[in-house]
């Protein structure tokens, strides 16, 4: 089993930067995913990484502004946030998952997430 924390959330105005961590711990995990929930929406997925940090894939509604990375060392992944914009507020979790034919896939591993509110 994986267990997993977030942090990094918080306050940011509109076009600002958050950077995100999540660290990871128990059995080894490869694929991982950032996903967000809105309130009164449902979970999506907003950017996912593979093991060796190698392919990545985004929703379109954040590609060119944020950036997925991963330190395998450390046993975290980042989510850098940039340009952020209201409709981007949400609790945001980490995941360990799979992909198939290029696709993410969320696994079981679930945090408490943690908070983004973009706002002026």
């Known amino acids: 089993q994986v267990q997993v924390e977030e942090s990094g959330g918080g306050w940011v105005q509109p076009g600002g930067s958050l950077r995100l961590s999540c660290k990871w711990s128990g059995r080894t995990v490869y694929v991982m995913g950032w996903l967000r929930q809105a309130p009164g929406k449902e979970r999506e997925f907003v950017a996912g990484i593979s093991g060796s940090g190698s392919f990545t894939t985004y929703s379109d509604s954040v590609r060119g502004r944020f950036t997925i990375s991963r330190d395998n060392t450390e046993k975290t992944v980042f989510l850098q946030m940039n340009n952020l914009q209201p409709e981007d507020t949400a609790v945001y979790y980490c995941?360990?998952?799979?992909?198939?034919?290029?696709?993410?896939?969320?696994?079981?591993?679930w945090g408490q997430g943690t908070q983004v509110t973009v706002s002026a």
């Open positions: 995941n360990d998952g799979r992909y198939s034919s290029e696709i993410y896939y969320p696994g079981d591993s």
